[in-house]
Nanobody, 122 residues
Framework: QVQLVESGGGLVQVGGSLRLSCATS????????MGWFRRAPGKEREFATA????????YYADSVKGRFTISRDNAKNTVNLQMNSLKPEDTAIYYC???????????????WGQGTQVTVSS
């Protein structure tokens, strides 16, 4: 069992930055691909970014590529999301997820956090 707790969300102006963190419990954290998904108001949940178990591979949705950076610290059981140049369309609830399958499909993630709200004001 893996428990995930996100933090770092909040209100930021257009062009600003936020750093999200996901703290995990469980001794098998190093085994999991870690991902960030988001759900904007009135929209389906969508993939944002993911990182392989050892950090060797990263994946980004086109909408965040070049602005978001995912990283992980296996010694601390944490995964982080640095978000720069934020846009109003980045407003969403951001969810941290852990899985053993492919990186970009929500179906491959077995464990999910409760989410943290990110609001970008124009």
């Amino acid at each position: 069992q893996v428990q995930l707790v996100e933090s770092g969300g909040g209100l930021v102006q257009v062009g600003g930055s936020l750093r999200l963190s996901c703290a995990t419990s469980g001794r098998t954290f190093v085994s999991y691909t870690m991902g960030w998904f988001r759900r904007a108001p009135g929209k389906e949940r969508e993939f944002a970014t993911a990182i392989s178990w050892n950090g060797g591979k990263t994946y980004y949705a086109d909408s965040v590529k070049g602005r978001f950076t995912i990283s992980r610290d296996n010694a601390k059981n944490t995964v982080n999301l640095q978000m720069n140049s934020l846009k109003p369309e980045d407003t969403a609830i951001y969810y941290c997820a852990a899985g053993l399958g492919a990186a970009t499909s929500s179906r491959d993630y077995a464990y999910w956090g409760q989410g943290t709200q990110v609001t970008v004001s124009s």
